[in-house]
């Protein structure tokens, strides 16, 4: 590896730090922070209702039972000192980071603009220390429970306090973005995933989806009503124009190697068996959207109401309707199939990757890891089957990536909307 390989790869690496301390990071930190300011909000309010609480239930009572009043706002008083220095000092805890983190970020900004190899040479990451997400807190606030007035009783039946709790409650979505260091036992990720090769496509350049036949053939869709097949060097195989003259809006490889298309327009979904084109099936008051064929032989179709203000899921086994899922219409809903064809699905995104982010194209590998085409920001997401980010693929220069599959050896294949091609690249080590 020569010396400007090895200043490319260390200045990725340093751009890599630098975008997931300024997307990921800091954001937690910040995010972790108002959780601190909002908890002692509560706190305040919390205890002012004890407080008044407390003064309703003396009105009640005798002149007697003064004292022990004072005697119970002195352990409120003893609970709100123990409850403000824990928050106080997770606070401090957090903004030290803060500054900490604010230094580095613009510490990697002057080393992207350095023109001194040498410096950019001897960096070394210090990310590490920053990737787990602080502790919150987990409060139960204490209440007042009030007894009714009895004056036999009076010092029982005032009430009591219960006990202030403060526990340290791990965050589970803390930020990772190393493949090697979260992968599946047996099969790591490259630190670099690397473009095996380009295929380029015909017609009118755009395109939208890519299913594999085998690893050396791919059907692929576009901006007309034509699918073809393409082979790795970018020779069309065969062609077939949809039955009703519509554009496809979703394709699937079925386990016979028969080839499965979403007609919108046609509410229909068909079945390209040879040189034969069939309607599988006929919706009635729905659109077929999104399709995938599970490995036990069912059929997936994400499909939108007349409307387009409802979406649901069904499950077809034999062009039979087996089961339902209905989407909340204000969700975004994402559909994915694991190895085992078992559906899976989330709403309003993943817990680890930013809420801005809009999937496009996604699939699922032999790891049950799902990647996801990130339109946006030209870019490829690979989180695991609980939504933990665990890749985040910026290279191969992808530009607004669509449609995705993987073949048999699990190298991805990137359907290009803006340029024509189909991208097959090799991620896994």
């Keep these: 590896m020569d010396i400007c390989e090895t200043l490319e790869n260390i200045k990725e690496t340093i751009a890599q730090d630098l975008n997931e301390l300024e997307k990921f990071i800091f954001p937690k930190y910040q995010k972790s922070e108002d959780i601190i300011k909002s908890q002692k909000a509560d706190q305040c309010k919390n205890s002012k ?69 040498s410096i950019v040479l001897n960096y070394k990451s210090r990310i590490e220390k920053f990737r787990k997400v602080p502790s919150k807190f987990r409060v139960t606030l204490p209440k007042f429970l009030p007894y009714q007035t009895n004056r036999d009783q009076l010092l029982q039946q005032f009430g009591s306090l219960t006990a202030l709790s403060i526990e340290t409650e791990e965050q589970g979505d803390s930020v990772l973005f190393l493949a090697d260091s979260v992968s599946p036992p047996g099969r790591p990720m490259l630190d670099f ?152 699905f989330r709403y309003t995104g993943f817990p680890s990757i930013p809420q801005k982010f809009y999937p496009f194209g996604i699939t699922t590998d032999s790891q049950a890891n799902i990647l996801i085409a990130d339109f946006d920001d030209n870019c490829i997401h690979i989180i695991d089957q609980n939504g933990k980010l665990l890749h985040y693929m910026y290279r191969c220069r992808l530009q607004v990536p669509w449609g995705l599959c993987v073949d048999s050896k699990d190298n991805l294949l990137v359907a290009e909307w803006v340029t024509g091609k189909v991208k097959k690249i090799k991620y896994y080590k």
Excluded at 106 to 115: A, F, G, N
Excluded at 278 to 291: A, C, D, H, M, V
């Design 49 to 117: 209702k004890l407080t008044a609480d407390m003064k309703n239930q003396k009105e009640a009572l005798l002149k007697e039972i003064d004292a022990f009043i004072q005697s119970k706002q002195i352990e409120i008083d003893v609970m709100d000192s123990k409850h403000q220095i824990a928050l106080d000092k997770q606070e401090d805890a957090i903004n030290h980071t803060l500054t900490e983190i604010k230094q580095v970020i613009q510490d990697l900004k002057s080393l992207l603009d350095t023109s001194d190899d």
């Design 193 to 344: 995933p690397r473009l095996i090769t380009d295929i380029p496509t015909i017609g009118n350049g755009s395109i939208t989806h890519v299913s594999c036949l085998t690893d050396e053939e791919i059907w692929i869709i576009g901006n007309d009503e034509i699918l073809n097949l393409y082979n790795m060097q970018g020779d069309v195989l065969r062609s077939v124009q949809t039955k009703s003259g519509n554009r496809p809006e979703g394709i699937a490889v079925t386990r016979s190697g028969d080839l499965l298309y979403a007609d919108y327009d046609d509410r229909s979904i068909n079945l390209v068996s040879g040189t034969q084109v069939e309607s599988l099936i006929t919706l009635q008051g729905w659109k077929p959207r999104g399709l995938c064929s599970t490995s036990s032989g069912d059929l997936l179709v994400i499909m939108d109401s007349e409307d387009v203000k409802q979406t649901k899921v069904v499950r077809y086994t034999d062009s039979k309707e087996k089961q339902t899922i209905d989407l909340d219409d204000k969700a975004r809903a994402v559909v994915v199939v694991n190895a085992a064809g078992k559906l899976r």
